[in-house]
């Protein structure tokens, strides 16, 4: 029998999950290897803007404009030109597996200088590359922020991001995303890496399409072959859709998730506890510093002083005691710590404690 002495500090919640469904989908589970987004970016010029541009330290931007007026035949020095109606601005978006030339996608568009606002400013042209170079896509359109700025210099206030903003449907695709075709041979990438649901999936998928025969096979943890059948030869994307429909019983690893900002703590059935006792207590310190001011003798040359004085006050709450037996689930656990007054601050180190002492069964992840 082990036993750990714990302080309290806070109020907390604990969630349990939930029972486990009958199983879930191959599409919840697994991606298609190669049939991924790719990230875009771009640099622009946000136009339009009511004064609260970049102002004209910002020095990229007046050399953006000055660069994108010479290609329109237009000569202007750079120290003529006034930005505060202007802000070089960061675009990103992301191209779809399969995206075809012509469709679009949104766009988001942040201040890049030291733009104020980028309400009611329109982005011009702006060619989106991908992480070889290549431009897949162009960027244009009124900008539409998620907050505001309302006030003068005196009084302001900022709702949200202002210097943030998306253009919905604002880029048009120029070049095919780069997504391998479609061959005999699907292979399957398992969202979390697991060799008992890697194996699970291969033997769904064998009684599924298999007929008698292997048309799946786990190569390790996370990726699994899967050969495409005769049936379905020249129609991969019919296979795939009816792959994808097949039901399999994930793995689940007994994991607490604890999260300390929220006082949140999630403890999965699967959680056992090792017999062992635990014993909260509370102690409190209390230390007060006083000054007393002391006066001199009569028609001496001395002076007032304070003189420093302290007092110590020391309280402790009568400790509270649990046991838990062997095989003790996460319902007798939450119902234990809320006995004996459990703040999310106690349970952290208690759960911590009980993993060090090696009670708990369980990964514990903090985030």
């Known amino acids: 029998m082990k036993s750990l002495f714990i302080t309290a500090l806070l109020p907390f919640v604990i969630h349990a999950a939930p029972d486990l469904p009958p199983g879930s989908r191959l599409k919840e589970l697994v991606t298609i290897e190669g049939v991924r987004t790719n990230q875009l970016i771009g640099y622009g010029l946000v136009v339009g803007l009511a004064g609260t541009g970049d102002r004209q330290q910002t020095i990229f931007s007046v050399q953006t404009l000055t660069n994108m007026l010479q290609h329109m035949g237009v000569n202007v020095p750079p120290s003529a030109i006034m930005v505060k109606n202007t802000a070089a601005v960061m675009i990103t978006a992301t191209l779809p597996p399969f995206a075809q ?49 309302a006030g003068n210099s005196l009084s302001k206030q900022t709702v949200n991001h202002p210097t943030v903003g998306r253009i919905p449907n604002g880029a048009s695709i120029e070049r095919p995303a780069p997504s391998p075709p479609l061959g005999k041979v699907v292979r399957l990438q398992l969202r979390d890496a697991d060799f008992t ?130 095989g003790a689930t996460v319902e007798e656990v939450v119902k234990s710590l809320n006995a004996i007054g459990s703040t999310p601050r106690d349970v952290i180190d208690i759960l911590q404690a009980l993993r060090a002492a090696g009670a708990l069964n369980a990964e514990v992840e903090v985030i």
């Open 101 to 149: 030339p012509g469709t679009t996608i949104d766009v988001t568009v942040a201040a890049a200088g030291d733009a104020s606002n980028l309400q009611g400013g329109i982005l011009l042209m702006t060619m989106l590359r991908g992480v070889n170079g290549e431009v897949f896509a162009t960027a244009q359109g009124p900008v539409v922020t998620g907050g505001f700025v």
């Open 197 to 326: 649901t890697a194996e699970r999936v291969q033997q769904a998928l064998n009684s599924t399409f298999g007929k008698g025969g292997e048309v799946a096979h786990a190569e390790n943890s996370a990726l699994i072959s899967v050969a495409v059948p005769p049936e379905y030869a020249g129609r991969p994307a019919d296979f795939i859709a009816d792959l994808e429909r097949v039901i399999v019983q994930p793995d689940v690893v007994a994991r607490v998730v604890i999260n300390e900002r929220t006082g949140t703590i999630t403890l999965g059935r699967d959680v056992r506890i090792a017999p062992v006792a635990i014993m909260h207590g509370a102690l409190s310190v209390e230390i007060q510093n006083t000054l007393t001011p002391t006066q001199p003798e009569a028609f001496s040359q001395g002076k007032t002083q304070l003189v420093p004085s302290s007092q110590v006050n020391v309280s402790q709450d009568k400790a509270h005691n649990i046991m838990l037996q062997q």
